[in-house]
């Protein structure tokens, strides 16, 4: 599959929502776990190792399931394929619940869940839609009801 | 770089609603002919992801345009209903792709110049902005009997929607009120009352507690001791938080459910 690798090394060079170095593995054979800088950009979490500019590797963060595993430790699997994970191994156990509470909101899918809630929160409350203005009320990815995953 | 692109594709061809669907023709970037073809394509916009397909059947993505950091734009080509993406990167190529007529065009610039994940963080952000005023709005409204203008929002007095939780508190289906002179109940568990039937409010977290007691921290009258206080704070309208806790409920009832399944039927 082709895309724009290009425009995704640029946006790996964003100012990102949360960096960290984490010792990470791969879901592949014999993995082991290696120190990395991991860094979350909109919903992409690119990984670098920690002397190089350029990343390793990127995840894109759709359908995905972040679990919280043993101390320290949460791991990314992907719906299609769950007993894949790329395991992460933070310093602290705080900072593990920072991480996989960034990772959890970190999908569009989840932004898109929020804008629907509060829109109908606000409309219930002030009997106003509050996307009218933004002239977007109409379009059917905000509508109650649209998304049920 | 890797992508873990069998996820991507499997999100771009998953029965999860796509946000914008249509062939286009896309311009083929040629460097060593001249004279410029388009090729159609089946194009579905997810998210800020552009995927494109050979087919409209195809199994699997052809491609994939990423749409953080771009710019759409109706393009000068030879071509009618024309449009293309760039990017900030000098240097980068842009996407040319021509729509089947006027309508179509339009619609395409509009949702994709929409598309990118830090234009709905900040439609996000501004509406829990909005929600709190509104929550705040709806409090000093309660607490002025009078028509003050302190809110600045007379369309809450006036709104029929709102009078009844200033008449009366709410007794919901567990038993809880939830209103009193004091405070904002988070979204999840507002007034079913003034719903008009369009959706069910989503259900009702059995330790939310009346406002009137939050100060004590004690469990309103009538909340069994055996319920557990809610970690999150009545006045939470952030749907992160209120995710979180959902999520922590379910996880819960989940291991509870799991063991019980491990025992044998009870």
Same mark, same amino acid.
């Given at each position: 599959?082709?895309?724009?690798?290009?425009?995704?090394?640029?946006?790996?060079?964003?100012?990102?929502?949360?960096?960290?170095?984490?010792?990470?593995?791969?879901?592949?054979?014999?993995?082991?776990?290696?120190?990395?800088?991991?860094?979350?950009?909109?919903?992409?979490?690119?990984?670098?190792?920690?002397?190089?500019?350029?990343?390793?590797?990127?995840?894109?963060?759709?359908?995905?399931?972040?679990?919280?595993?043993?101390?320290?430790?949460?791991?990314?699997?992907?719906?299609?394929?769950?007993?894949?994970?790329?395991?992460?191994?933070?310093?602290?156990?705080?900072?593990?619940?920072?991480?996989?509470?960034?990772?959890?909101?970190?999908?569009?899918?989840?932004?898109?869940?929020?804008?629907?809630?509060?829109?109908?929160?606000?409309?219930?409350?002030?009997?106003?839609?509050?996307?009218?203005?933004?002239?977007?009320?109409?379009?059917?990815?905000?509508?109650?009801?649209?998304?049920?995953? | 770089?890797?992508?873990?692109?069998?996820?991507?594709?499997?999100?771009?061809?998953?029965?999860?609603?796509?946000?914008?669907?249509?062939?286009?023709?896309?311009?083929?970037?040629?460097?060593?002919?001249?004279?410029?073809?388009?090729?159609?394509?089946?194009?579905?916009?997810?998210?800020?992801?552009?995927?494109?397909?050979?087919?409209?059947?195809?199994?699997?993505?052809?491609?994939?345009?990423?749409?953080?950091?771009?710019?759409?734009?109706?393009?000068?080509?030879?071509?009618?209903?024309?449009? +293309?993406?760039?990017?900030?990167?000098?240097?980068?190529?842009?996407?040319?792709?021509?729509?089947?007529?006027? +309508?179509?065009?339009?619609?395409?610039?509009?949702?994709?110049?929409?598309?990118?994940?830090?234009?709905?963080?900040?439609?996000?952000?501004?509406?829990?902005?909005?929600?709190?005023?509104?929550?705040?709005?709806?409090?000093?409204?309660?607490?002025?009997?009078?028509?003050?203008?302190?809110?600045?929002?007379?369309?809450?007095?006036?709104?029929?929607?709102?009078?009844?939780?200033?008449?009366?508190?709410?007794?919901?289906?567990?038993?809880?009120?939830?209103?009193?002179?004091?405070?904002?109940?988070?979204?999840?568990?507002?007034?079913?009352?003034?719903?008009?039937?369009?959706?069910?409010?989503?259900?009702?977290?059995?330790?939310?507690?009346?406002?009137?007691?939050?100060?004590?921290?004690?469990?309103?009258?009538?909340?069994?001791?055996?319920?557990?206080?809610?970690?999150?704070?009545?006045?939470?309208?952030?749907?992160?938080?209120?995710?979180?806790?959902?999520?922590?409920?379910?996880?819960?009832?989940?291991?509870?459910?799991?063991?019980?399944?491990?025992?044998?039927?009870?």
């Amino acid at each position: 599959m082709r895309y724009n690798e290009r425009e995704l090394l640029s946006l790996a060079r964003q100012p990102a929502e949360k960096a960290a170095e984490i010792r990470m593995s791969v879901p592949k054979k014999g993995s082991v776990l290696k120190k990395r800088l991991v860094k979350l950009v909109v919903n992409f979490l690119f990984y670098f190792r920690t002397d190089e500019a350029e990343p390793i590797g990127a995840l894109l963060l759709e359908h995905c399931k972040i679990t919280k595993e043993e101390e320290n430790v949460f791991s990314i699997s992907f719906i299609e394929e769950p007993e894949r994970k790329y395991c992460f191994e933070c310093a602290t156990e705080e900072q593990c619940q920072e991480w996989v509470e960034a990772l959890r909101r970190a999908s569009y899918e989840f932004l898109r869940r929020s804008l629907i809630f509060y829109r109908n929160e606000i409309q219930k409350m002030t009997g106003k839609d509050p996307l009218e203005q933004y002239g977007i009320s109409e379009e059917a990815r905000f509508q109650l009801g649209a998304h049920r995953l | 770089m890797k992508l873990n692109e069998r996820s991507v594709a499997h999100y771009a061809t998953c029965d999860s609603p796509a946000d914008h669907t249509g062939f286009l023709r896309k311009r083929v970037e040629r460097h060593h002919h001249h004279g410029t073809s388009y090729q159609r394509r089946w194009f579905v916009l997810k998210g800020n992801l552009l995927f494109y397909f050979e087919e409209r059947e195809s199994r699997e993505p052809m491609g994939l345009v990423v749409l953080e950091g771009c710019t759409v734009e109706l393009c000068e080509a030879a071509e009618e209903f024309a449009f +293309a993406i760039r990017f900030d990167d000098a240097g980068a190529r842009a996407y040319v792709l021509v729509a089947d007529g006027q +309508a179509a065009m339009e619609a395409w610039v509009k949702a994709l110049s929409r598309a990118s994940f830090d234009y709905m963080r900040l439609v996000v952000r501004e509406l829990e902005k909005q929600l709190e005023e509104a929550c705040k709005s709806l409090a000093a409204c309660r607490n002025s009997p009078r028509r003050s203008s302190s809110s600045g929002r007379k369309r809450h007095l006036s709104n029929p929607a709102l009078q009844p939780l200033q008449e009366k508190p709410t007794t919901l289906e567990n038993g809880y009120s939830t209103w009193s002179s004091g405070g904002c109940v988070a979204g999840g568990a507002t007034c079913p009352d003034h719903d008009v039937g369009q959706t069910k409010p989503p259900p009702l977290p059995p330790r939310r507690r009346s406002a009137a007691s939050s100060a004590t921290g004690s469990p309103a009258p009538g909340l069994s001791p055996a319920m557990l206080e809610s970690p999150v704070p009545p006045e939470t309208i952030c749907f992160s938080k209120l995710h979180n806790w959902y999520g922590q409920e379910i996880a819960v009832l989940r291991r509870e459910w799991q063991e019980r399944q491990k025992r044998g039927h009870p």
